[in-house]
């Protein structure tokens, strides 16, 4: 009786394993098709790019890092972001406790002030139309905006009181999002 219970249930395993294999003549089975690559996001770049970590924070305690993915998954987002993108040396060259006398509402301002909302790949510094609007505010006097002049591969940007340079290659350029770190000039 037992010998015709084990045979019972490896017919039933048999059977199951048969109708799981493809039936289509000769054709195996397809494998899933990968998933598609996750789309790259300001802290994951910033992160591998490695000297960003003051700059990470103010995005992450701000909420702005999930502000700028939600802005480039979103569809109404057609012209994408480009991100200047200060390292850590821009901050520690600050006045002791500069950043923490910030209000939340200026941490956030002062994010938003390095991201432009349309994409800049390096081909396009040259012929930007200035000024360029940040996310902080408009183009005119006293509201936030950037001028970007560029001459081959040196490429300045300006807010009217700081001048700082990008270097010429991206750290990261996507269809959507384009990275660039900026230097202060300390001339």
Do not use: C, W
């Not at 084990?6 to 494998?31: D, F, I, K, N």
């Not at 480039?72 to 991100?83: D, E």
């Not at 300045?156 to 350029?173: F, K, Q, R």
Request: glycine content about 6%.
């Amino acid at each position: 009786m037992a010998a015709a219970s084990h045979l019972a249930v490896l017919l039933m395993l048999a059977a199951a394993v048969l109708s799981a294999a493809p039936v289509a003549r000769g054709q195996a089975a397809s494998a899933p098709a990968p998933a598609p690559a996750a789309p790259k996001t300001i802290t994951a770049i910033l992160t591998k790019a490695g000297q960003f970590t003051k700059f990470l924070q103010l995005l992450q305690s701000t909420r702005e890092a999930e502000q700028i993915t939600n802005q480039l998954k979103s569809k109404s987002s057609n012209g994408g972001l480009t991100v200047f993108a200060p390292p850590d040396n821009a901050f520690t060259a600050l006045p002791v406790g500069t950043l923490n006398s910030l209000t939340d509402q200026q941490k956030t301002s002062l994010v938003q002030f390095h991201v432009v909302s349309m994409v800049m790949p390096a081909s396009q510094l040259e012929t930007v139309s200035n000024p360029l609007r940040t996310q902080a505010g408009d183009t005119g006097p006293g509201k936030y905006p950037l001028n970007i002049t560029a001459d081959g591969t040196n490429v300045n940007v300006s807010t009217g009181v700081v001048n700082a340079t990008l270097d010429g290659t991206p750290l990261y350029a996507g269809d959507r999002l384009v990275v660039y770190q900026v230097n202060k000039n300390h001339s």
